[in-house]
């Protein structure tokens, strides 16, 4: 008997970008609610191949057991928060 359940909510989105931004929106939502939401394991697939994952959070390893918050692929060095918006 396992102690864990993974939750599949498939949702669509017309593009790779906005399924990434809908992903990392909802995963931070669902963070704020409760502590057993993991927002680095989260990917998206196309619909037609679900088995080729892109993952949404860097998720590397920070100093001191943090993990980086930011997009995958960001450009800027890794960090456990989000830069302050611009504009």
Known sequence: MTDRWVIHLPVTAPDLHRARIFARTAARVLARLS??????GVTVSAEDQQNVRHWVF???PLPGG????????HLAPCSRRLPPRVG
């Open 35 to 40: 502590a057993r939401v993991e927002p680095g």
């Open 58 to 60: 860097c998720d590397r």
């Open 66 to 73: 943090a993990r980086c918050a930011l997009p995958a692929e």
